[in-house]
């Protein structure tokens, strides 16, 4: 098992940045795959993003893309989350979530597939 918390959350002003950090203890894998994912208050969990931490291949939602950008630090277990560009709509508390078993298919966007998650940090933007 892998023990994931999150950190970095606050609240931003619209076309700001923020990034938030996933920090990854226990039994640590090369194959394991970190996801992104974000939930708004009503609303289904939504994939942001992942990365494969044997090659640091990423992967984003069309929501996203263009504007978040995932990274990792291997000698800190950290996967960073940078949000640049951010819109009222990206308020949401953000999850990461990993999985040992997707990295033969690269990633998942569905929350069902990672068996390990953070507790959430919360991010606010505001118009």
């Known amino acids: 098992q892998v023990q994931l918390v999150e950190s970095g959350g606050g609240l931003v002003q619209a076309g700001g940045s923020l990034r938030v950090s996933c920090a990854a203890s226990?039994?640590?894998?090369?194959?394991?795959?970190m996801g992104w994912f974000r939930q708004a208050p009503g609303k289904e969990r939504e994939f942001v993003g992942a990365i494969a931490w044997h090659d640091g291949k990423t992967y984003y939602s069309d929501t996203v893309k263009g504007r978040f950008t995932i990274s990792r630090d291997n000698a800190k277990n950290t996967v960073y989350l940078q949000m640049n560009s951010l819109k009222p709509e990206d308020t949401a508390v953000y999850l990461c979530?990993?999985?040992?078993?997707?990295?033969?298919?690269?990633?998942?966007?569905?929350?069902?597939?990672?068996?390990?998650w953070g507790q959430g940090t919360q991010v606010t933007v505001s118009s």
């Open positions: 979530a990993a999985d040992i078993r997707l990295w033969r298919k690269g990633y998942s966007s569905l929350p069902r597939e990672y068996h390990s």
């Open positions: 226990g039994h640590l894998f090369t194959n394991y795959v």
